[in-house]
């Protein structure tokens, strides 16, 4: 019998729920003897797999990137768990969307630079109009809030669903 397939994705947000991940620590182990981590920022694969099982999905959806990596990973993957407050409300990313996009980089930009101030076009990914919770550009299968969850609860999640079981994320809160 081959293992689930786990994938993780790191859209716009400050990776404190890839952190909060790596604090399973030796219950990673367990993890991943019973499934096959294929893509995340925490491996060195470079293109989004097909036929993913669960992925979990950190941060919202701020950039043109970000909006065609969602929509390619709402494509290969059976279940997709919005990982952080980042991804379930826009959290932290949406504090920008008052102040709209043009303000926002010449603030960042133009009015902070000391040194050849310009916007970027080429390094810098398009930003959308506004930062997106995941749910509102594609369809998710589970939300699992916090800012960032804890180790326990992606833990349980991933061992309920890695058994079989519905996940019981009722203990997860937003916020810490």
């Not at 379930?88 to 101030?117: C, F, H, K, Q, W």
């Amino acid at each position: 019998m081959t293992k689930p397939r786990v994938a993780t994705v790191w859209l716009d947000g400050c990776s404190g729920c890839h952190m909060s991940l790596i604090d399973l620590d030796e219950r990673l182990l367990d993890i991943f003897e019973r499934a096959d981590l294929v893509y995340g920022p925490l491996v060195d694969f470079k293109e989004f797999p097909k036929n993913v099982d669960v992925c979990l999905v950190e941060g919202a959806v701020s950039s043109e990137d970000d909006l065609h990596k969602i929509k390619l990973v709402r494509e290969r993957t059976k279940t997709i768990i919005a990982f952080g407050d980042c991804a379930v409300t826009s959290n932290v990313p949406g504090m920008r969307n008052p102040i709209g996009v043009p303000p926002l980089l010449d603030r960042a930009y133009i009015e902070n630079a000391t040194i050849n101030p310009q916007i970027p076009s080429r390094v810098v990914p398009k930003l959308l109009p506004t930062a997106r919770p995941v749910h509102t550009v594609v369809h998710v299968d589970i939300f699992l809030p916090g800012c960032p969850p804890s180790a326990d609860l992606i833990y349980n999640l991933l061992d309920d669903l890695l058994a079989g079981r519905v996940p019981d994320v009722t203990g997860a809160r937003f916020g810490r």
